[in-house]
């Protein structure tokens, strides 16, 4: 596809525009915490629109295009379940005690509130999960590019990566934030057009509502909450699954999401902030979903009926292809760009805070300087850019959906850190070899669920079953922490 | 016309979510939360949220 030369200054500008924030917002950045937290000075909005673009990117925009015309309406749940609902539960619950314990992650919270192995465990998982979602969204970067410029898969993950580095190495949490709240209006404004040109191209929504019905598959592409007999997503799957285990734990449990909110400025702002982005959400899922169905509309006979083998990951570059005019093309580009890099730098950025907080400086330096910690910070972020960038040729060959990968990957130990994080700051009574026991079998449950071909949202659900049970049991044989030692980390106890 | 199950459930979930929001115990927010005008006051607009979404499911569900 050629892009004219509107598009290119439009794609040129944006990319100018984000490197130049991302460097400004580089200065006086002099300690490890400038660098992680952005000195705790990030105001609620900024950090709400953050926390918006942290979750939502490139693997979201391909993934849930693709997976809206294969399934429908049904993948809003993602945010409309596994967002909002936890996102408030969490501002008024969870929060003040990540706020209230000054820690500057979440394995270091687990290690305060259990132990250290809780810690180094959950602080490797984490990291190991950042990076396989690094990969994920560099082979989201590299279909998009495939698909509109003809790019070969290495130079698309080599560009995105070169480009998401030069600022991020430098800036931490500040200039991340920083370029995520520009990303974030762009984000939206791409998300809007493709919606609104194709639903022009459609002929107005009850004609789209009508042209989808028609199809043979597609019997519950309208259905919020699909039967029970669905065959990816029963309703009750997705309410137990996602709306109790994966949502949550995503939301309270993940370094990258949370780091967000204990940079922010005040406890007040970290609150806001959240109910700021659940405001956003409100609106975001619709404009992200909306696409695939409108790929069935308008595509359907040339995309064929999704079976196995099928690749969700065509549907919307083959959309962008044939429905944005030149002109428009170089704002869509933009805000793909902008979804792959804002999940980048995100994910890249908490990771280099986990390894230096909860690896290097408890095992490795425990007298480690923070000039020390802050150039390690910045060279991981170089290290894992590359690590993601290898990775990422397994992720592209060995699943058919980016999406599907991405909750396959969080399945795994989601629902064995949500037990933790919820028995352990609703009650004293959790102790640390309680807390052990129900993290192992949480994730063991979760590993052989997984191998028998167990829905992932199932395995989830299951998973935090086993581990809040044997958490339970465990706890109730051993001996729990005082109060004392619990102060500022349990709910009852500040 | 009812609700379905699946949206019924959901719908009890937001309504929880919203106790929550609701009445929260005081000594869990910081003191200026609890004295800010309705346009400032973070559970007012959380509120809001949860009941937007108790009527999508309720409407859509």
């Known amino acids: 596809m050629k892009l004219s030369a509107l598009d290119l200054g439009l794609i040129v500008f944006y990319l100018l525009t984000v490197t130049g924030l991302g460097l400004w917002a ?78 500057t992650t979440i394995p270091e919270y687990l290690g305060r509130r259990y132990n250290t192995s809780v810690r180094t465990f959950f602080a490797v998982v984490w990291s190991l999960f950042m990076l396989a979602t690094v990969a994920t969204i560099l082979v989201s970067a590299a279909a998009m590019f495939e698909g509109l410029l003809g790019w070969s898969f290495w130079v698309s993950v080599g560009v995105t990566s070169v480009l998401v580095g030069i600022y991020t190495a430098f800036g931490g949490l500040r200039a991340v934030v920083v370029t995520e709240v520009f990303s974030c209006v762009v984000l939206i404004a791409g998300a809007t057009l493709i919606c609104v040109l194709g639903i022009r191209e459609v002929g107005g929504v009850s004609t789209l509502v009508a042209k989808v019905s028609e199809l043979s598959w597609t019997r519950e592409h309208f259905e919020l909450l699909p039967s029970s007999s669905h065959p990816a997503y029963p309703w009750p799957a997705v309410v137990l699954g996602l709306g109790i285990v994966l949502g949550p734990a995503y939301w309270i449990g993940n370094q990258a999401i949370v780091q967000r909110t204990l ?109 020390e910690c802050l150039a390690l910070g910045r060279w991981l972020v170089v290290g894992l850019l590359i690590g993601g960038a290898l990775f990422s040729y397994q992720v592209k060959t060995r699943f058919a959906s980016v999406f599907e990968a991405f909750q396959t990957f969080l399945s795994f130990f989601q629902g064995a850190l949500f037990a933790l994080l919820l028995f352990g700051m609703l009650t004293r009574r959790a102790t640390a070899e309680g807390g052990v026991a129900g993290m192992l079998v949480g994730v063991a449950t979760a590993a052989v669920l997984s191998a028998t071909g167990q829905l992932y949202l199932w395995t989830a659900f299951w998973s935090f079953v086993a581990a809040s049970l044997t958490l339970v049991v465990v706890s109730l044989m051993t001996t729990r922490k005082s109060d004392e030692e619990l102060r500022g980390l349990v709910c009852w106890i500040r | 016309m009812g609700i379905d199950p699946g949206a019924l459930v959901v719908i009890l979930l937001y309504a929880a979510c919203l106790a929550v929001i609701l009445f929260v115990s005081p000594k869990l927010l910081a003191p200026t939360a609890a004295t800010a005008p309705w346009w400032r006051n973070v559970r007012f607009w959380a509120s809001l949220v949860a009941v937007v979404q108790m009527v999508v499911y309720a409407v859509w569900g």
């Open chain 1, 263 to 371: 940079g922010a400025s005040s406890e007040d702002d970290a609150r806001a902030s959240y109910v700021f982005c659940a405001a956003i959400k409100l609106v975001f899922p619709v404009l992200l979903v909306v696409p695939g169905l409108i790929a069935l509309a308008l595509f359907a006979e040339e995309l064929g009926p999704p079976g196995p083998g099928w690749d969700a990951n065509q549907v919307l570059p083959l959309m962008v292809k044939r429905l944005v005019p030149p002109g428009a093309l170089g704002i869509l580009m933009g805000a793909f760009i902008a979804g792959v890099m804002t999940n980048l730098e995100s994910y890249i950025n908490s990771a280099s805070t986990l390894l230096v907080t909860d690896l290097y400086r408890p095992f490795v330096r425990p007298r480690a300087s923070d000039e």
């Open chain 1, 26 to 103: 580089s200065r006086g950045i002099r300690t490890s915490r400038d660098y992680f937290l952005a000195g705790k000075s990030i105001p609620w909005w900024a950090a709400g629109m953050s926390l918006v673009v942290s979750d939502i990117g490139a693997k979201d925009m391909i993934g849930l295009a693709g997976d809206g015309y294969r399934y429908g309406i049904v993948m809003m749940n993602f945010d409309f379940v596994g967002c909002i609902l936890p996102v408030l539960v969490a501002a008024f619950l969870f929060m003040p005690f990540f706020w209230g314990s000054n820690v």
